[in-house]
Every structure is written in structure tokens, then in C-alpha cells.
């Protein structure tokens, strides 16, 4: 078993799924707050209250041996309308809970937006095809920066931008599921790249001691089968899903392979001079990444793609993930009947973060942050405050395991921080959903979780988690 001496074990979360006190202090709304929601999930508005739980949840992760805890700022709260005004209670809030994860030996792992953006900025601007989207979000990282100089190392840019994108032809993230023009959508891409270009050269001169980089969730596609035509369509599905992201931010360019892709569908990606210069120049110090499982895909021809059934669709099943990740032209996923099915819907394939953690060192020689990674679903908490989440820890070991032998096998993975730390609010499927190693005492009741104590339970993997961690990945039993 090889895991680095200083690897950085440690768990995730985010600002609008952990924090709740979504108006307190001055905080403005973000597009989290108002967004439709599925029918018996909560909203985000009071979440696991991190907000007023903080020193206790951080105080749980150190009794664990966290050696970091990636978390996100809410930009609303910091920024009540996004730009302009500055809440100095969101920035005290935030110096107070990196204070505590320092005082436990934690270090935080930042990232600057995850999904809320602010709703003021989202009604003055559309979205990021105008300019001054991104002018902002590079405005609020140079606030992050100056405020945040001593007390932040690792910073992260975006979380998924590139599922904002490739499943984004219906906006999910927003909430509205209106559906959105593909060339619209690529535009917004290129200029986030390059609005987080900017930041990266910012953050390296304002804080030279910090490392940056971005969370996608990247994963690795397998061939459905053993014909080439599907092989391809894995290298395409790479380039469109991964690369186009990663390979602008490293090497400040797209993948040649899209050019016939972006035809077919009407995508003309409007550069203007010296982006590319600039993403090429920025040089992010590491990758982080989400990966929760393969894809398995197989070639598709091209047809004019018809996504409208999902407006009024159900985001929760897994038949509409596949439907969004359709793309005519060079591929399709498919059942993959190697893995079997778990409760959250997900084939759960332990290989994949090996696979991917590989190809990324591979393609881009660079330190690698598991950012994301784990196994949602409902828990029980025992009359005696016990929560037995065997199914959790068996997830994880194996997962945990095939990252052990990448490393031997040469990938540069110096971090894993699964989700979620603590109990949060799923994107889709309220608290029921739950990922953490701490049980949070509530249900999917806006008005009960109110007023609710929240009470903080360890469950069995928490206990399993601390042992993996002191044991520095030796112990999986
Ligand atoms: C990731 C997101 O894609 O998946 C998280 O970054 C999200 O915000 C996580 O919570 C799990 O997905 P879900 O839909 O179960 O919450």
C-alpha cells in the first residue's frame, strides 16, 4: 500500500447543500434558493445548518484525522448582489471556519464557485455569454485572493463546469430545465475558460504561496464492446466531455476531434484574440477532480437531437441523465452489465478512479486531487444513535483500494476528499439522500428543519474512515 506520507485525506462539501442560513447576516439569494424543486425534497434554505454547526462539524472531521476539508464560499455571501457591496459578515463567517479547520490541523481546500451563483447576478446578466458574468466572478476571486492570502492553500476555480456544459442542454444546475441553444451553451464554456484563466494568474500573483486548479468531474469511457468504431467513440466522448476543459486550461487549446461535432450541431465558438494565449500561460498547479463512475458508450450517427420530453422530465432517473448525455454524432452511453446497480441508480465501478486517475498524470503530468467521489442513499438512525452505513464503507474500500495500486502504478494522486464530509442536501433528491460520515438530524420538513437541533451522529463509517486515515490507507478492514 502506497500512499504518500503527506496525502491528504479528507471529505467534501458545498456552500448551498451544507450551510442553510441562506438570509442570515446579509447574505443575498443565490439561484439555489428560488430554484423549482423536486416533488418531497426540501429546499436548500436551512441544509445541515452548517452555518451555525461549523465548529462542531469541523471539530467531528479533525476527531476523524481530516487533513482537508474542500468546502465552497457562497458568493452571495460574501457578494449579496455578486459584485459591488461586500458583506463583511460573510467574509468573517468564512475566516472563522478556516480558523477552525486550521486549528485541527486541516487544511481547507477552497473552491471559489459551486453551482449558486448569485441570483442578482443571473438577472442583471442572463448568463456567462455576457462578458460581464465572468468579469465578476474574476472580480469576486481578487476579493478571495487580498482577504484570503494567509489562510488559504488550495484553492479550486469552478466545481463541474464541464457538467454545466455537457449535460447542460437542460438547465438541471439552474433548476429552470428550460432547454438551451448548444451554441449558446458552448460560448458560455469558452468564456468561463477564459474568465478562469484569470483567476489562475490572478491567484498566482496575489498569493504565491497557493496552489489552484479546477474540479471537474471527469471520467473514463470504455468501448461497449470490442469494435474500433466504439473505441473512437471513447476518444470522442473523452475530448467532449473531459479534454475540451482540461486541455484549454493545461495546454490552451480544444481537441481537434470536435471540429465535426461543433459543425454538425451549429456551434461556432466565438475566440477573440489572446484567450487562448492566456489560458496557455495560466498554469494551474494540480487537478482536482469529481468521479463517481464510467461512462460505457458506443458510436452514434448523427441525428437532430430532440431533448424537449425532458423539460417536464424526472432529474432524478437515470434515463434522463443518459438522454443528456446523447451527443448524435460521436456517441452514446450505454448499460454497462459488468457492474451492478446500487440504490442510488449508479453502476458502482471501483476501477474507474484508478483508470482515470492514470490517464490524467498521463495526458497532463500533474499532481491529482480526488475532489469528489462516493455512495449516496438513505440511512437509518437507530434508537441508540447508531447509523450502520456498511454499505457506504464497503463503497469506499474498494475504491480506496484501486486508488492505491494507481499510485503504484504512477499516478500523482496526492488528495482524496470523497463526498460528503458531513451530510448535505442532494442536488436532486433532498436529505434523504445521504453521503456523509456524519449523520444530520433532519428530514426532507422546510418547516420542522426550521427550527431542528440538527444533532451530529457518527455513523460506522465515520469510525472506519478514522482508522483508513491514521493507518495512512493500510487499514481497509
Ligand atoms: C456532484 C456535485 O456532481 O455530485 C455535487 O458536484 C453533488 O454538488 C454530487 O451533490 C452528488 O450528486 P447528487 O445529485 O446525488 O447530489
Not at 471513447?234 to 476531434?257: E, I, M, Q, T, W
Amino acid at each position: 500500500m502506497s500512499f504518500p506520507k503527506n496525502f491528504f485525506w479528507g471529505g467534501s462539501s458545498s456552500s448551498a447543500q451544507v450551510e442553510g442560513g441562506y438570509d442570515c447576516d446579509g447574505k443575498g439569494l443565490t439561484i439555489w434558493d428560488v430554484r423549482p424543486l423536486n416533488p418531497g425534497c426540501c429546499s436548500f434554505h436551512y441544509a445541515s445548518d452548517f452555518y451555525h454547526h461549523y465548529k462542531e462539524d469541523i471539530a467531528l472531521m479533525g476527531e476523524m484525522g481530516f487533513k482537508m476539508f474542500r468546502f465552497s464560499i457562497s458568493w452571495a455571501r460574501i457578494l449579496p448582489n455578486g459584485e459591488g457591496e461586500l458583506n463583511q459578515a460573510g467574509l468573517d463567517f468564512y475566516k472563522n471556519v478556516f480558523h477552525e479547520c486550521h486549528k485541527h490541523g486541516i487544511e481547507p481546500l477552497v473552491t471559489i464557485f459551486h453551482f449558486d451563483l448569485p441570483l442578482a447576478l443571473q438577472q442583471k446578466y442572463g448568463n456567462w455569454n455576457d462578458c460581464r458574468m465572468g468579469d465578476a466572478y474574476v472580480n469576486y476571486c481578487r476579493i478571495l485572493f487580498e482577504n484570503f492570502k494567509d489562510d488559504v492553500h488550495y484553492w479550486l476555480t469552478y466545481n463541474e463546469q464541464n457538467m454545466l456544459i455537457y449535460y447542460g442542454a437542460v438547465d438541471m444546475v439552474g433548476g429552470t430545465m428550460k432547454l438551451q441553444n448548444m451554441n449558446d451553451l458552448y460560448n458560455q464554456a469558452h468564456k468561463q475558460l477564459v474568465a478562469q484563466a484569470k483567476a489562475i494568474h490572478l491567484c498566482h500573483e496575489l498569493c504565491p504561496n497557493a496552489m489552484i486548479g479546477p474540479a471537474p468531474n471527469i471520467t473514463t469511457a470504455y468501448p461497449a464492446n470490442n469494435d474500433p468504431i466504439n473505441y473512437l467513440a471513447a476518444l470522442n466522448n473523452d475530448d467532449l466531455r473531459n479534454n475540451f476543459y482540461l486541455d484549454a486550461l493545461v495546454y490552451g487549446h480544444y481537441p481537434a476531434s470536435l471540429n465535426h461535432y461543433f459543425e454538425q450541431n451549429g456551434i461556432h465558438i466565438d475566440v477573440q484574440e489572446g484567450d487562448f494565449e492566456c489560458m496557455r500561460t495560466c498554469h494551474p498547479d494540480f487537478i482536482g477532480f469529481n468521479c463517481y463512475g464510467n461512462d460505457t458508450v458506443e458510436h452514434c450517427d448523427y441525428y437532430p437531437l430532440d431533448l424537449s420530453e425532458l423539460e417536464h422530465g424526472d432529474n432524478r432517473s437515470m434515463s434522463y441523465l443518459q438522454k443528456l448525455s446523447e451527443k448524435p454524432g460521436i456517441v452514446k452511453t450505454v448499460n454497462n452489465d459488468k457492474f451492478l446497480q446500487g440504490e442510488d441508480g449508479h453502476r458502482f465501478d471501483p476501477y474507474c478512479i484508478r483508470v482515470t486517475a492514470r490517464r490524467l498524470t498521463d495526458r497532463y503530468h500533474l499532481p491529482l486531487i480526488i475532489t469528489e467521489n462516493g455512495y449516496g442513499r438513505p440511512d437509518t438512525l437507530e434508537t441508540d444513535g447508531t447509523v450502520h452505513d456498511s454499505y457506504r464503507i464497503e463503497h469506499l474500500r474498494e475504491t480506496i483500494r484501486q486508488m492505491s495500486i494507481g499510485i503504484d502504478e504512477g499516478a500523482m494522486l496526492i488528495g482524496y476528499c470523497p463526498w460528503s464530509a458531513i451530510d448535505l442536501v442532494s442536488t436532486r433528491e433532498g436529505i434523504s439522500k445521504r453521503y456523509g460520515f456524519i449523520y444530520v438530524d433532519r428530514d426532507e420538513d422546510d418547516e420542522k428543519a426550521k427550527q431542528a437541533e440538527m444533532k451530529r451522529y457518527r455513523k460506522d463509517s465515520f469510525y472506519w474512515y478514522k482508522k483508513v486515515i491514521a493507518s495512512n490507507g493500510n487499514d481497509l478492514d
